[in-house]
């Protein structure tokens, strides 16, 4: 089975910290993606990447960065947290054969920011 | 953007019945996902129907896809209480895209 992993199921931070997500997974898949999920908005795209040091901008980059030093783990950045970064971030992959193929996620990291 | 949107936005039946769970999308697919959530926790890969596809099986769920209406469903038949989640639907944005974008969900509650 494919897993998926993230560095912590809560994480509590201070406004203006700098706060790292990782992920990894073991499936060897070439793309994957950090989400947003916050209540009546569903979830947003924020970054995503198809191959190691490669990324791509999604619907809602701003106030983010990323990393994606190895093939299996991709890091979500916020170089400045603020209160309105208070969510549910969550990480997925995918392989790349075939495109458009279903995506695994991670159990999902409930950050708070104070 | 958002591109599907289910319906409804949330749902609660008796344990044993059918749930039934509509999702509408806008552009062109390749293929329509569905996804479920348990309270606080990942997503879940359930079903991909594709274009070429009308009507996909598996266990208790049933997708249907209709391209000409833009809409799918997804039916789960004698429910369970294990069966209380949020539902989602997703497509991808376009022809070798790499972005799926998932709709808002159906909240699914499954009395005992």
């Known amino acids: 089975d494919v897993k998926v992993t993230q560095s912590s199921r809560y994480l509590v931070k201070r406004t203006g910290e700098k706060v790292f997500l990782e992920c990894v997974q073991d499936?060897?898949?070439?793309?994957m993606f950090w989400y947003r999920q916050d209540p009546g908005l569903g979830l947003r795209l924020i970054y995503f990447?198809?191959?190691?040091?490669?990324?791509e901008k999604g619907d809602i980059p701003e106030g983010y960065s990323v990393s994606r030093e190895k093939k299996e783990r991709f890091s979500l950045i916020l170089e400045s947290a603020s209160t309105n970064q208070t969510s549910m971030y969550l990480c997925?992959?995918?392989?790349?054969?075939?495109?458009?193929?279903?995506?695994?996620f991670g159990p999902g990291t409930r950050l708070t920011v104070l | 953007s958002q591109q599907g949107e289910e319906d409804p936005q949330a749902l609660s039946i008796q344990e044993g019945e059918n749930a039934t769970m509509n999702c509408s999308y806008k552009?062109?697919?390749?293929?329509l996902q569905w996804y479920r959530q348990n309270s606080g926790r990942g997503l879940v890969h359930l079903i991909l129907?594709?274009?070429?596809?009308r009507e996909k099986h598996s266990g208790r769920l049933r997708v249907t896809l209709d391209t000409s209406k833009k809409s799918s469903s997804l039916l789960i038949t004698a429910s369970r209480a294990a069966d209380t989640a949020s539902y989602f639907c997703a497509q991808y944005s376009g022809a070798g895209s790499y972005q799926l974008t998932f709709g808002k969900g159906t909240k699914l509650s499954v009395i005992p």
């Open positions: 129907i594709r274009s070429n596809e």
């Open positions: 990447s198809y191959d190691v040091k490669m990324k």
């Open positions: 997925a992959s995918t392989w790349v054969e075939g495109l458009m193929n279903e995506q695994f």
């Open positions: 552009t062109s697919i390749n293929n």
């Open positions: 499936m060897d898949h070439e793309n």
